[in-house]
């Protein structure tokens, strides 16, 4: 197949840094840390940990680089995920020319995603599979084709812990979806355990990153006797992905979404500046970006039109004709707050950065989703029939 005859891998800079990093445990059997451009052992900033540890612990049991080990944990969970589309649809459909029809556009769909961003950013996949199986499995569970008790139950548990562990929040739309079906299902024993489960998922990254984040500055110490002079920020930097964000239309504060102008402007506002993710720096992002909008809420409100605007144009793109079943058909309540949730949530992204394929891929995700919600909807189905008789009687 196409997507596994490519090499995947991630943004270069990002896996400069797991390499460096791998280097340094099989040297010293110190996680986390870096080489930076003048050669020094540095802590690793700005960047979530999941990645670097799996590389890190791939490397020592088998001897497998960063770059091959990031492939084929890709790969494993591209090719896991079309199995389970697949398998999952095939519940639905008696008709196999519709069921292949409908799997056809799901495929299609990830191979459009995956040709955008494999090459750079291959890591917003997990913003895009985890609602499309979620909703699948959801719908599966609520028509009684199988039961809690599934090996795709514990492939998502998986899938979300690695997804949180990679890009933090990426997976929590597809679990808010499954735990306001949950609610409505009203099953007290099932409540308590998801509701443990929701917590632990949405705390996961946090954990990681704090957790790490002492295991770093102990490594660091260890190695040289003396705490790391730069309050350097453990996890992603949101202040600077909202402060380039507000590049997203022509304006006369921020020219291009790009780091290197959040460099300079930080240059420009702390002379002993390093490193971009530091504590301090999102502070001095933050102060600037609430300055910017109260200065000028004209131009804030232009900002949020064009992106809630852009992302109202991808949705009507990737969900099309289900829109019309989403307001026109009598949908039980989990599916209607459900999806309102579940585009919502991963709406925070672009509106946030800016709304292209990387940052939208959960959009897309809920949209294809709400698509493959009416195709297997009987309702709908029942609705199509009628239209296809009306129309061969009158042609007859």
């Known amino acids: ?92 459909f008696n008709n196999k020319k519709i069921f292949i029809t409908i799997f056809s556009l799901n495929l299609i769909i990830l191979i459009y995603i995956f040709k955008k961003i494999y090459y750079l950013n291959i890591e917003y996949l997990l913003y895009f599979l985890p609602p499309v199986i979620t909703i699948l499995f959801v719908e599966s569970i609520k028509l009684k084709q199988i039961k ?48 443990l489960i929701f917590v632990f998922i949405f705390s996961f990254s946090n954990l990681i990153n704090y957790t790490s984040g002492k295991i770093q500055k102990k490594n660091y110490y260890e190695l040289f006797d003396v705490n790391y002079e730069i309050d350097y920020l453990v996890g992603a930097s949101k202040w600077q992905a909202a402060y380039l964000g507000l590049s997203y239309i022509s304006n006369a504060y921020v020219d291009n979404f790009d780091d290197n102008v959040t460099s300079k402007f930080l240059k420009s506002k702390n002379k002993n500046y390093k490193i971009i993710n530091t504590h301090t720096h999102e502070k001095i992002l933050k102060d600037e970006i609430l300055r910017i909008i109260k200065k000028d809420k004209g131009f804030f409100f232009r900002l949020m039109s064009a992106k809630i605007g852009t992302i109202l ?8 004709i289900s829109l019309i079943y989403f307001f026109s058909f009598r949908l039980e309540n989990y599916k209607k707050f459900g999806i309102l949730l579940c585009f919502t949530f991963y709406s925070v992204f672009p509106i946030m950065t800016i709304p292209v394929t990387f940052y939208i891929t959960g959009i897309i995700g809920t949209s294809l989703s709400l698509f493959n919600l009416m195709m297997i909807d009987r309702q709908f189905q029942n609705t199509l029939k009628k239209i296809y008789f009306f129309f061969r009687l009158n042609n007859s």
Not at 22 to 40: A, H, M, P
Not at 177 to 190: A, M, Q
């Open 313 to 320: 144009a991808w949705v009507a793109l990737f969900a099309n």
């Open 148 to 195: 809690y008790n599934s090996f795709i139950l514990y492939f998502l548990f998986l899938l979300y812990l690695l997804c949180e562990s990679i890009k933090t929040y990426s997976s929590l739309g597809a679990i808010i979806y499954f735990f306001v079906f949950i609610l409505f299902e009203n099953k007290k024993k099932n409540i308590i355990i998801f509701s």
């Open 1 to 92: 197949m196409y997507i596994f005859k490519i090499m995947i891998t991630i943004m270069e800079g990002r896996l400069k840094s797991i390499e460096s990093s791998v280097e340094i445990f099989r040297n010293t059997g110190k996680l986390f840390l870096q080489v930076d451009g003048s050669n020094n052992i540095i802590p690793v900033d700005g960047m979530n940990f999941g990645l670097f540890y799996l590389a890190s612990i791939t490397d020592k049991l088998f001897n497998i680089s960063p770059s091959i080990f990031i492939h084929f944990l890709f790969s494993s969970i591209i090719l896991i995920s079309i199995i389970i589309i697949f398998y999952l649809l095939n519940l639905f």
